[in-house]
């Protein structure tokens, strides 16, 4: 098992930024792959970006390639997403998952264990 647990979202202007971050703990967490997801209202869940536990290979969904940058550090057990330059169309209720195995994957229904949530608003 892994408990996932997310920092707190916030309020932001457009153009801001925002860093969230999520805590892992739990048996297998020097196993998994991590990732980060959003829902908007009336939308499905999508993709944000994920990274692997060992190598720390990263993959971003396009809509925040250049803006968005996922890290992990391995001793504090922790992932964060550093967002620049948000839109209004960053909003979201952002989520934290892992998935055991090495690999990532975009596929939100692959993974495993899920963080609580956290509301991210931009505003304009």
């Known amino acids: 098992q892994a408990q996932l647990v997310e920092s707190v979202g916030g309020l932001v202007q457009a153009v801001g930024s925002l860093r969230l971050s999520c805590a892992a703990s739990g048996r297998t967490v020097s196993s998994i792959a991590m990732g980060w997801f959003r829902q908007a209202l009336v939308k499905e869940r999508e993709f944000v970006a994920y990274?692997?536990?060992?190598?720390?290979?990263?993959d971003y969904a396009d809509s925040v390639k250049c803006r968005f940058t996922i890290s992990r550090d391995n001793i504090k057990n922790t992932m964060s997403l550093q967002m620049n330059s948000l839109k209004p169309e960053d909003t979201g209720v952002y989520y934290c998952?892992?998935?055991?195995?090495?690999?990532?994957?975009?596929?939100?229904?692959?993974?495993?264990?899920w963080g609580q949530g956290t509301q991210v608003t931009v505003s304009t």
């Open positions: 998952a892992a998935r055991r195995g090495s690999s990532g994957s975009r596929n939100a229904k692959s993974y495993d264990y």
């Open positions: 990274i692997t536990w060992i190598s720390a290979y990263t």
